[in-house]
């Protein structure tokens, strides 16, 4: 069984995911990482160069063959739920929690990342915070039927999220 984190983007995917590889004693993946690792550039450039459509394969790809695996913590991009075969395969090869942060929440935190140009292209043409609402309006239904747990991350300590998700989904070191 793999331990999947979905949600947008700086809702904790991969900081919640570091902390749960220390305490479970599971390697950590990051598919937006791995895509980029192996495509040789950054998911920006990935998306200038080529298209999201391009983009969305590798994430496909990347999914298929992380899945294969077992006893993962598996931090995804944001975007993975737009495509049917991520989520059947994430539901059938792991249990799925769902990270959520308020929309100001997730704005201030992106502003306050420096990464967040180099792995956060813009998904749509509007400001920061409408493409957060309308991006959020458009996935919410896709990351509430895939998920077996949902948190929220604002105001919440790391470890109290790592407690919930250990415990809610019982699950133990191997």
């Known amino acids: 069984m793999n331990l999947y984190l979905i949600g947008y983007r700086c809702t904790g995917k991969t900081t919640v995911g570091r902390s749960l590889t220390e305490r479970l004693g599971w390697p950590l993946v990051d598919t937006d990482r791995v895509i980029a690792d192996t495509a040789g550039m950054s ?3 990935m998306v200038v160069s080529y ?5 969305r394969r590798r994430e496909y790809e990347v999914l298929s063959r992380v899945s294969a695996g077992d006893h ?3 931090a995804t991009g944001g975007g993975i739920v737009l495509d049917e075969r991520n989520r059947l395969t994430m539901k059938t090869t792991g249990k799925v929690v769902w990270l959520t942060a308020s929309e100001t929440c997730i704005r201030t935190r992106m502003l306050a990342d420096a990464a967040t140009d180099d792995n956060r292209p813009p998904l749509t043409g509007r400001g920061l915070l409408e493409e957060i609402e309308t991006v959020l309006a458009e996935r919410t239904p896709l990351y509430e039927s895939t998920a077996d747990l ?3 991350t604002d105001r919440v300590r790391i470890e109290e999220i790592c407690d919930r998700i250990v415990e809610d989904l019982g699950i133990v070191n191997r």
């Open 150 to 152: 949902a948190i929220a």
């Open 43 to 45: 998911i920006d450039r």
């Open 51 to 55: 298209g999201w459509p391009f983009f």
């Open 72 to 74: 993962q913590v598996v």
